[in-house]
């Protein structure tokens, strides 16, 4: 059986019996664009080449479901950092850098420890804790899916979701961890 599909944002891909070849997906993180446009997703198979849809319903309301969460994790980002943009500015204009320098040593310092307890819990047992983030944010049992009838488990295992969730913690720990120093030596530089 051979299937081909379109997704947006990412080529196409080829998968058979076999192998599944992702193309650049795992090294792009393009693999996630899948959540966010699963209907087009069809394969053709057997000698009359009948067009059948890839994945089952329950695997279709999964991807919604995750796709749903990607929003709303969009929108809360989104509204943090303009949060933080207006409260930077307002303290800029009135010419507190200082109260600017040290709340973001703190909010970071506090984001990085945060953030530093779940890889290292994540870390011990990711299987543990990927579960409870399941059970956590959907309200469904959809996320629980049978490698035998379910095409998405195998596609996205969950080795593909740890190395991913470690490979986005680094960057942000990295990130955090930069602006954190240079929030600290501009304190103790123009400040202090």
């Given amino acids: 059986m051979y299937c081909s599909f379109s997704i947006s944002f990412a080529p196409y891909y080829l998968f058979n019996k076999d192998s599944i070849r992702f ?58 950092l303009w949060t933080a943009a207006l409260a930077g500015l307002l303290l800029l204009w009135r010419r507190q850098i200082g109260i600017l320098l ?15 307890t779940i890889a290292f819990l994540a870390a011990a047992s990711f299987t543990k804790y990927f579960t409870w983030f399941h059970l956590l944010l959907f309200d469904n049992n959809d996320w629980l899916l049978n490698p035998a009838t379910d095409r998405l488990i195998n596609i996205l295992p969950e080795g593909f979701f740890r190395d991913t969730a470690f490979f986005i913690a680094g960057i942000f720990l990295a990130a955090a961890f930069l602006l954190w120093l240079a929030a600290r030596l501009l304190d103790k530089r123009f400040v202090n």
């Fill in 23 to 80: 193309c650049r997906v795992c090294r792009n993180l393009k693999a996630v664009t899948l959540l966010y446009n699963p209907v087009t997703l069809t394969c053709a198979s057997g000698a009359g080449r009948r067009i059948q849809e890839f994945f089952n319903e329950k695997e279709k309301r999964h991807m919604n479901d995750v796709k749903e969460l990607f929003l709303a994790a969009e929108r809360l980002r989104t509204q943090g």
């Fill in 102 to 116: 040290r709340t973001l040593q703190w909010g970071v310092g506090l984001f990085l420890a945060a953030v530093g």
